[in-house]
Structures are given as structure tokens and as C-alpha cells.
């Protein structure tokens, strides 16, 4: 049982056919779904053979309504409370698949201690914190709660450090002591977040994603995977991060490969 705590998003991923058009129009590939660092990783564990179970609180409106039931379609189970607006993304992806992302994260980031019940971290083998999680009150604090429960199951503990300009927009100070109280046991980050985060402080397994040039398995460089085209590089992290959860290396190689070649963070496979 993977339990992943963050964020449950609406994703809006537009892949660009071109450079934009000031004042004018640009053709483009559009794709609509549910997205959010949390839900990306709890749908690819899903989909390659785990149970996975999201917590975090979502939006009382359509596109709350929309991701709950585009995400649990995966099979993962989803739980929290709903209120307010759901957050929502959009993805900007160049025509070489590079992406920048403009994100409103609504609701997932009010969601307070208080409202975590312990039952959703029963059976919890690994506990997957979103480093956007750590970044605001009230979620912070639930976050912290949420990786106390999963301790008490026994649970593994890791937490992804997101976004680095998230980081510096949050205090990298303040960001660093949040990461050390998780004592996580697990950090995955691409190249810049651990330049920002650094390791000092923080004895873990280590997963650096290294873009085109692979992945550090805890010191253990290894090559990615060819691909025919690189779509959109969106939640290529979230879904290596997921594969080595569930299955190491190997299995974490394969699914960052299977997310770059297609749009948006979701794999194609779904249970229904």
C-alpha cells in the first residue's frame, strides 16, 4: 500500500505546435485531466501493479468533481475533505517537450492536521509526502501528522523536493527544517532541487533524476531509456519516483520512458 499525501489538481496541458503568437493565435495540442504531484505518483503505482491511495483535501466544484473521479477511474483510492476550489494547472510544453507550468493549487494546500483521520494510513507500506506539501500552512502541518500515522504503521517515508522555484518562493531555509523533521527515508529531486535543498542534515536514499542523461540510484548512475520522441517531459519525476517505489531501478527507468512519449502526466493505461 503506497499512500501518497499533496496535491489532486486539474491539469490543462497545451503543447505548443510553435513559438506563441503575441495577439494572435497558436496552434496547439490540448489535453485535459487530473494532475498534481501526489495523484500523478499514486496513479503510476496503480497502474504498475500497486495500491495506492491518495490523501489530500480537493474542491467542491467541477474540476474537483472531475479530477476525484478521473483519478479514481485509475484505481486509486481517494480520500479527504472536499472544499473550496479545486486547484488547477496549466502546462506550457514546447514543441522539444520542455514545460513550464502556471499552477493554482487551490484547496490542496488547506488542508489542516485536524482533518486527517488515522484510518487513512492503515495498512500504509510507503508513505509518499509532495514537497508542495511542505510549503504553506495548514498542509504543512498535516503533512507532518500524516508521516507520524504512517510511521506508527511501520511505513518507509519518502518526499519528493517538487520544484526548486518553488522552493526559493517558499524559503529555502524554512523548506530545508520542514524536510529534516520528515526524517524522510527516501529523497527523490532532480539536479537543481538538490542544489537548493542540499543533503546536509538529511541521512536518506537519495534519487536524483538527471533529465535526458538518466538517473542517480543513490549513487548509482544509470542511463535513460530510449525513447521514439519526447513528447512532454510533465510528470517524467512523478512517475520514475512511483516506478522505484514499486518495483527499483529497472521499473523506475521504464515509466519515466513511457511518460515522455506521450502528453501529459497520466499514463495511458487505465482500469476503466
Request: charge should be negative; glycine fraction near 12%; proline fraction near 4%.
Amino acid at each position: 500500500m503506497l499512500v501518497c499525501v499533496g496535491d489532486l489538481t486539474l491539469d490543462v496541458v497545451v503543447r505548443l505546435a510553435g513559438a506563441l503568437a503575441p495577439d494572435g493565435d497558436t496552434a496547439a495540442d490540448i489535453k485535459l485531466g487530473p494532475g498534481g504531484q501526489a495523484a500523478n505518483v499514486a496513479t503510476w503505482a496503480s497502474v504498475l501493479g500497486a495500491q495506492a491511495r491518495f490523501v489530500g483535501k480537493t474542491g467542491a466544484d467541477d474540476a474537483g468533481t472531475l479530477a476525484r473521479a478521473r483519478l479514481a477511474a485509475y484505481g486509486v483510492e481517494v480520500v479527504g475533505p472536499i472544499d473550496g476550489p479545486n486547484g488547477v494547472i496549466c502546462a506550457l510544453v514546447s514543441p522539444d517537450g520542455a514545460r513550464s507550468m502556471a499552477a493554482d493549487r487551490g484547496a490542496a494546500r488547506e488542508l489542516r492536521a485536524g482533518e486527517l483521520d488515522a484510518r487513512w494510513l492503515a495498512g500504509c507500506d510507503d508513505l509518499y509526502v509532495s514537497g508542495y506539501a511542505l510549503m504553506a500552512e495548514p498542509v504543512r502541518e498535516a503533512a507532518l501528522r500524516a508521516t507520524e500515522l504512517a510511521r506508527a504503521e511501520g511505513a518507509r517515508v519518502s518526499v519528493d523536493l517538487a520544484s526548486w522555484s518553488a522552493i526559493r518562493d517558499a524559503g529555502v531555509e524554512a523548506f530545508r527544517d520542514t524536510v529534516r523533521l520528515l526524517r524522510p527515508d527516501v529523497v527523490f529531486a532532480n539536479e537543481d532541487e538538490e542544489r537548493v535543498v542540499g543533503r546536509h542534515g538529511l541521512d536518506a536514499v537519495w534519487i536524483v533524476t538527471r533529465g535526458e542523461r538518466g538517473c542517480s540510484f543513490d549513487g548509482e548512475e544509470r542511463a535513460a531509456l530510449p525513447v521514439e520522441g519526447v513528447v512532454d517531459t510533465t510528470g517524467a519525476g512523478d512517475a520514475l519516483a512511483a516506478g522505484w517505489l514499486v518495483g527499483g531501478p529497472e521499473l523506475a527507468l521504464e515509466a519515466a520512458a513511457r511518460c515522455i512519449e506521450r502528453l501529459g502526466a497520466m499514463p495511458v493505461a487505465s482500469p476503466t
